[in-house]
């Protein structure tokens, strides 16, 4: 079994910057990339950004590339992502996840963290 917690989320203005931080515990082992998702109200949750642990190849979705980074510490299974320039668009919750293998999709989700922009 593997736990996923976020942390970092809050009240931000529009143009401000916020870091969420991403911390995986239990069977760890082997992992094979870590990503970031959101779903703000009425929407369906999307992608936002993942990392893999061999290599830290990076993806990232259109409307964040250039202001989200996200980054890793394989050393303790945890995933960050510094959020930039941020929009009200980008208020949603952010979740992140665990993928053990490249053949399947995300196995363990975290409970999310609240992200809220204002204008």
């Known amino acids: 079994q593997v736990q996923v917690v976020e942390s970092g989320g809050g009240l931000v203005q529009a143009g401000d910057s916020l870091r969420l931080s991403c911390a995986a515990s239990?069977?760890?082992?082997?992992?094979?990339?870590m990503g970031w998702f959101r779903q703000a109200p009425g929407k369906e949750r999307e992608f936002v950004a993942s990392?893999?642990?061999?290599?830290?190849?990076?993806d990232y979705a259109d409307s964040v590339k250039g202001r989200f980074t996200i980054s890793s510490d394989t050393s303790k299974t945890m995933v960050y992502l510094q959020m930039n320039s941020l929009d009200p668009e980008d208020t949603a919750v952010y979740y992140c996840?665990?993928?053990?293998?490249?053949?399947?999709?995300?196995?363990?989700w975290g409970q999310g963290t609240q992200v809220t922009v204002s204008s």
């Open positions: 996840a665990i993928r053990l293998s490249p053949y399947r999709d995300y196995d363990y």
């Open positions: 990392i893999t642990w061999s290599g830290g190849t990076t």
């Open positions: 239990g069977r760890t082992f082997g992992t094979y990339s």
